[in-house]
């Protein structure tokens, strides 16, 4: 029987305030076997440009970054969110590991090229590194990811965390029985943003195509599905979305399935 | 007969300015054998806390570290320098791994206590991890050290580059034959500081006594020096204070003995 993985990808504000990362932190800990946390960082990053009065451009809820703003999302996304994650893990016991795709040559990415819109260095993943990853997970070590790659030829890379963490995923779901948790800050996907408990327990992708068309799924969560149904056709056991809470528990929250 | 390791601390403009650290990387990737990095960023904390309205003080070359002040220096020591030396490093094939002392637990610190001074989050190093350090040089890893370590309790904590260089060397010389290279602007320590050349070949621990008296060593180098004569106590085989080039040739600059 093949071991288990659980990658899970925790952004907004969950990672950014002191009170719920550390509760995030003690569920994450106590999850037993292989894991590994993809997080972003994106409102630390966004406050940072700003009072370096630097602009923040956002399109279809990817960052555009130039050369400032990268400079800007590797300070905060590879040091100040993911050396604070790392440290709090530590403090659980758990042997965290922080990491960009640099690091090691994990995650390999080329720079977008420029279509209608110029995102600047912004990267799209063309190689995970799977035996470097297991080869750290079989240690017992926890790798903690944060979204910056890297091309190979010295240039680091703004990619999306949850294309990483859906790609990663897909990598090793070769190895492991995967399953890929998207944690943000609300129980699942909603049916109507204004209530709370009307989470839609499964999409499958022709509900998918509805509920985008109705405009229930829209902005940063559609690719955020679309890269969860990829993986599930790559092989992922299990894709859920859910909040922080969620992964302590049974998996509440938004399954999706083929 | 045991391995060769060499540790590397590089600090100054050398790693911040971007035509100075391709030179120095080109150099380092063409070092044969385990290889450790450790480096600084000084200046470019120095210069983002500016922009921030963060006002920086500097004690005997030790920063003054409060909870502004080391969010700074983690960002810019662990994510912007340590970043871009990883993917330099990878780019010329050095399997490059950046650390702070909180990933794999490899630097633990405590927060130096409140005297004369207080320091603030500044962490005097207490353990340092060998065996996950060996293990990572014996897979071929290149590990990049950036000068942030942790208190095991969650906090990270602020600490000096030259000491973490020699802490690391201290105590990985029981493992490895060890050669430290503190790498900075100058040839060497210098007799004289207008007159380039005046490079002092060997220093013992008498005539750094009477270079003390003297003013010929004062500020940061005094303790750069300590640490370096404390390396060689515990079994370190060399010690040498050289500028960039020197890396990569036979080590010239200036050689502490004992």
């Not at 922080?244 to 399935?257: E, H, P």
Request: charge should be neutral; include cysteine.
């Amino acid at each position: 029987m093949r071991e288990h993985l659980i990658i899970i990808k925790v952004g907004g504000q969950i990672v950014e305030e002191e009170s719920s990362l550390r509760t995030l932190l003690k569920d994450f800990s106590r999850i037993a076997g292989g894991k590994i946390l993809v997080h972003g960082g994106g409102k630390s990053a966004t406050a940072l440009a700003e009072k370096l009065g630097i602009e923040t451009k956002i399109v279809d809820g990817r960052r555009i970054t130039d050369a400032d703003t990268l400079k800007v999302t590797t300070m905060v996304y590879a040091g100040l969110v993911n050396k604070n994650i790392v440290a709090g893990l530590q403090a659980l016991g758990n042997n965290a590991i922080g990491l960009s795709g640099a690091d090691l040559d994990i995650i390999r990415a080329v720079k977008r090229p420029v279509g209608a819109i110029d995102y600047g260095y912004v990267g799209d993943i063309n190689w995970v590194n799977a035996q470097a990853l297991s080869e750290l997970i079989d240690t017992g070590a926890v790798p903690v990811i944060a979204p910056i790659t890297h091309d190979g030829k010295g240039s680091l890379l703004n990619t999306n965390a949850d294309t990483i963490a859906s790609e990663l995923a897909r990598t090793l779901c070769g190895k492991y029985e995967l399953r890929l948790i998207f944690c943000f800050e609300k129980q699942g996907v909603l049916m109507n943003e204004a209530d709370e408990k009307s989470i839609i327990p499964e999409i499958d992708p022709v509900l998918f195509e509805e509920l985008k068309a109705e405009g229930v799924i829209s902005g940063g969560m559609i690719p955020k599905l679309e890269s969860g149904f990829n993986a599930l056709r790559r092989g992922v056991k299990e894709v859920v979305v859910t909040n922080a809470q969620g992964i302590s528990g049974g998996l509440r929250g938004t399954r999706l399935v083929l």
